[in-house]
């Protein structure tokens, strides 16, 4: 008969308890991991079978789980992984924030699609971007790489009391700006061509004041629109790239103790 003491019980709690809140709380955040038509049970699963294969490679901790200094750790391994999911979907975001910024200047901010990644209703071109860039995530394996900064983040900030320091929540608020920066350089090129249409339809509008702008005005915008958008889309893969991986070198810098 197999017998249990209360020390191994807690050994046992402490090396997978903590490992598991970690990569749970950044699945709950993370692009493609914490999707709408991802169901939490399979994020769940997904979370269990990674920390049963990193908790054993992990450093330990001498913290006791049920005290109050158990309680902090929770809470640091919870910020922890919710904050290198954050920095990730922060990316997406700002990709999917230029698509909507280009959207109301080609006249498409009425035509709205259902996002699959959140479940809510954004424009097309924001959409379009969201699945573009999620195909490139996956297809240059940041699903992975996700992983693996998870795995090394056990090694260089183990599980403990002491969590993010001030400089790390600096740079977690700085972050932020990537938001703003990228949608900016995904949209600008394209908002300040149409610009240009807009203004020489201004311009045809004092020549010829019957023209009709509003019956001619929004096709030519839309199939202009479009072609920028054809002519940006390697643009807009290289953009979502670089940030990718200035996204990973903070997670890098935020996991370091």
């Known amino acids: 008969m ?9 050994a046992w709690l402490v090396q997978y308890l903590w490992p598991f809140i ?12 914490g ?20 908790a054993p490679l992990v450093p330990g901790s001498q913290v006791v789980p049920f005290s109050l200094a158990g309680v902090i750790v929770t809470a640091q391994q919870l910020i922890i992984g919710l904050a290198i999911g954050f920095t990730l979907q922060l990316v997406f975001d700002a990709l999917s924030m230029g698509g909507q910024l280009l959207s109301n200047s080609m006249g498409l901010g009425f035509a709205f699609n259902v996002d699959p990644l959140r479940g809510t209703s954004t424009p097309v071109i924001g959409t379009l971007y969201m699945l573009l860039v999620t195909l490139t995530f996956l297809a240059l394996d940041g699903h992975l790489m996700l992983v693996e900064s998870l795995v090394q983040g056990f090694h260089t900030m ?44 201004g311009v045809m509008s004092r020549a010829a004041p019957t023209l009709n702008l509003f019956a001619i005005g929004f096709p030519i915008s839309l199939i202009f629109g479009l072609i920028i958008i054809y002519i940006g889309l390697p643009a807009v893969q290289s953009t979502f790239v670089g940030s990718l991986e200035r996204a990973f070198e903070l997670i890098g810098a935020l996991t370091q103790r």
């Open 2 to 10: 197999l017998t249990f003491t209360s020390g191994q019980l807690e």
């Open 22 to 33: 970690r990569i749970g709380a950044c699945f709950m955040t993370a692009p493609i991991f």
């Open 35 to 54: 999707a709408q038509f991802v169901p939490p049970r399979v994020r769940l699963l997904l979370a269990g079978a990674i920390t049963l294969i990193v």
């Open 158 to 201: 183990p599980v403990g009391e002491a969590g993010f320091n001030s400089v790390s929540m600096w740079s977690m608020a700085s972050w932020g700006t990537e938001l703003f920066a990228g949608s900016l350089m995904v949209a600008l090129p394209g908002m300040t061509a149409l610009l240009i249409v807009n203004v020489a339809f």
